[in-house]
């Protein structure tokens, strides 16, 4: 594990010690929970990026096509 020293706006660590004490987790939880999730995001919009680049309006008529043409229920009309 690593240690990182941190500087933060007074304001920004009191907004973040009360929302981890609110949660019972300490400052250094709620920061690695809080990176990881943007992380995440990044890494979950570099990967749909990517998989855009593969996209292809045929193969998305091609998988459109194997949906039934059916009237949508009551409940899903718009």
């Known amino acids: ?28 939880q709620f920061a690695a929970s809080a990176l990881a999730e943007k992380i995440s995001a990044l890494e979950t919009e ?7 680049k593969r996209a292809s309006r045929a193969k998305f008529d091609r998988a459109l096509s194997k949906v039934p043409d059916v009237e949508p229920e009551n409940r899903d009309k718009i």
């Open 1 to 28: 594990m690593s240690t990182i020293s941190l500087r933060l706006p007074d304001s920004l660590h009191e907004r973040i010690r009360k929302l981890a004490k609110k949660d019972r987790i300490s400052i250094n």
């Open 46 to 52: 570099d990967y749909l990026s990517q998989r855009a």
